[in-house]
């Protein structure tokens, strides 16, 4: 009896321990900065608890609110979401100068979209232009936002056709925002982790990128460790009875 309620706990530990991760964009981050024409970096956090589901992962640069995202350009394909990974490419320019961009992460065979913060591409000698919008629209969140372009169309590449590809529309202009200003260090995002369907209607809005991958890696140590606790405490409760 003793030994098949210690199979059971063991059992129902390891299946407890199991749980579903995603790419985890790191770089850029809030405040970074990259001027036109310079090398722009893109990094992640391999997802561990699959050997499949990101193996064949895209990139895309976007720009737009939370729920109304414009895809620019796929900067990367074929990349390995199952590892840590880095990726650099020469920094677009783009109209207008300002932190308005972020990178999109999708995989045919992963269920989420994940996306970094919020950054700034600047002008080849550093110049920017602050946001257009203070608030994301609907919300009044505050968080900046803007539309922003490629200044050559003609470079872009399209998003990806097959799984999780961009539902925002893509866009060959924009207009130019007047004045200009050193790039912000607090510039924020909304952007999180979204489920499959529509991507405008599940963004989840945070004061921060930051606080957004925080909560995310939050949420899942703290189910990690309530479903730990629980299994420990049945197990311990039939270890008394058989005894």
Known sequence: MLSRISMFAGFVLSAALVARADV????????SVYNAGSTCTVSWEGDKDSTTAWKDMYIQLMTGDNFNMVHLSTIASNQDGTVDGRF?????????????????????????????????????TGETTPPPNATQPGSNAAIP??????VDPSTANPPPTAGAAATG???GSATSASGSSTASASATSGLSRSSTGTTSATATQNTTAAASQTA?????????????GSVLAIASSLLAVSL
């Open 24 to 31: 985890t964009p790191s770089e850029p981050g809030p405040g």
């Open 88 to 124: 650099t490419y020469p920094c677009p320019e783009v109209n207008p100068y300002s932190a308005i961009y972020f990178y999109q992460f999708t995989a045919a065979g992963a269920p989420d979209k994940t996306w970094t913060t919020r950054f700034t591409i600047a002008s080849p």
């Open 145 to 150: 936002w803007g539309v922003g372009a490629l």
């Open 169 to 171: 529309s893509t866009t």
């Open 216 to 228: 995310d890696s939050g949420a899942l140590a703290n189910g990690q460790n309530f479903v730990l």
